[in-house]
Each structure stands twice: as structure tokens, then as C-alpha cells.
């Protein structure tokens, strides 16, 4: 177990509605990163979040919003939901720095948007 | 844009046999990180390898990082049950942010 949580753990949706996903970071650990993965396939990084602010985007329309909490806690919005929304979406927690720092992953939210 | 692919894409095997899965890249990255994810859990890491060439034992995974550092593989001796799971591949570059970029995986079924 990783000390990350998400909530809720599943969820459905209808298409259009919006949608709030939290993550708790794990202690020490000041960035998030969110992630979306479709079934069978790799996690597709969403955006990073360090020390409250965006600190890099990956290829997801603006409908994709987050949030960082002073006590480093994150949400991830999901606006006007589409069909291909529906995935499990995860969250990692870090220490900012080198590049082979540990990621620490939730275990996830499963969106069902139907 | 780098393109990041993992062989097999699944694979099924019986207890105790041997097996190698890999990663391959059309780019050279300053280190790069394995994980496996279960059902119904995120990623866990494995490992990191960051010099070319460099060979990592974990039990009974041992993985290695291509000379040119574009490249890797995974290999599992002895294959058991608990190993079942999606291996992915997360090539690493020196950035301001440290997003993991994943391969789209590896999925491995090994059977009693």
C-alpha cells in the first residue's frame, strides 16, 4: 500500500454532466501527477501539479482541469463528459526533483460515463 | 514525437517457464523505469536503470538498459502465478516536471 488514496473508487456518469475525482498525497510528498488509462492500454499523463500550481500539461483539451490543496491534496475536474472519458484514472504522488524520484500511485478511479 | 512500444503486447505462460518482454524506443533517454500494475491498482515501481548498459537483478527479474539507452527488456526466470499482471515501461527525461511517460504495456498471464 502507497499512503495515496483516491475516492471515490468507481463512478458513473452520464454524457455532458461534470465530474470531481480527489487524490490524498502520500506524506513528504508536494507534487501530483494525474494520469487517464483506457482499458489495455499505458496510463496517458493528464497534467503535474507543484506546490499548488500547473507545472506541466500533457495532450488533454481544456475540459480537463485540476486543483492542488495547501496540504497537497488534488482533484481532478472533468467538464461537458464525452463517451471516451470512460477509463480509470490515477493519481501519483512525488517528491519534486530528479527525474528518478519514486511515483507513488492511488488505486485509481474507475469512470464509467455513459 | 517519440514513439514508445512494448512487445508483447500479452502473453500467457505457464508456471515455472521463462520469459522476456521489451521496450523500444525511437529516442535516447537519460533513464527509464519499470513498473507493473495488478487489477484494480495503480503502478507500482520496479526499478530504475539510468546508465547504458546497465543490468538490475530483482529476484528473479532481471532487467536491462540498452548500450544506446533507446531500449530495454524485462526477463522473469521461473514464472509464477503472483507475477500475473501489465508490465509497463516509463522511459525518464531530464525536464522541469517529472511526468512519467508510460508504453502502453505488456500483459502477462502466467497459469498454475
Known amino acids: 500500500e502507497t499512503g495515496v488514496t483516491q475516492s471515490p473508487t468507481h463512478l458513473i456518469k452520464t454524457r455532458g454532466q461534470q465530474v470531481t475525482l480527489r487524490c490524498s498525497s502520500q506524506s513528504g510528498h508536494n507534487t501530483v501527477s494525474w494520469y487517464q488509462q483506457a482499458l489495455g492500454q499505458g496510463p496517458q499523463f493528464i497534467f503535474q501539479y507543484y506546490r499548488e500550481e500547473e507545472n506541466g500539461r500533457g495532450n488533454f483539451p481544456p475540459r480537463f482541469s485540476g486543483l492542488q490543496f495547501p496540504n497537497y491534496s488534488s482533484e481532478l475536474n472533468v467538464n461537458a463528459l464525452e463517451l471516451d472519458d470512460s477509463a480509470l484514472y490515477l493519481c501519483?504522488?512525488?517528491?519534486?526533483?530528479?527525474?528518478?524520484?519514486?511515483?507513488?500511485f492511488g488505486p485509481g478511479t474507475r469512470l464509467t460515463v455513459l | 514525437t517519440q514513439l514508445l512500444e512494448q512487445s508483447p503486447q500479452f502473453l500467457s505462460i505457464q508456471e515455472g517457464e521463462n520469459l522476456t518482454v521489451y521496450c523500444n524506443s525511437s529516442s535516447v533517454f537519460s533513464s527509464l523505469q519499470w513498473y507493473r500494475q495488478e487489477p484494480g491498482e495503480g503502478p507500482v515501481l520496479l526499478v530504475t536503470v539510468v546508465t547504458g548498459g546497465e543490468v538490475k537483478k530483482l529476484k528473479r527479474l532481471t532487467f536491462q538498459f540498452g548500450d544506446a539507452r533507446k531500449d530495454s527488456s524485462l526477463h522473469i526466470t521461473a514464472a509464477q502465478t503472483g507475477d500475473t499482471g501489465l508490465y509497463l515501461c516509463a522511459p525518464r527525461r531530464r525536464t522541469s516536471y517529472d511526468k512519467v511517460i508510460f508504453g502502453p504495456g505488456t500483459s502477462l498471464s502466467v497459469i498454475p
Open positions: 501519483a504522488t512525488s517528491r519534486a526533483g530528479r527525474e528518478t524520484d519514486t511515483q507513488y
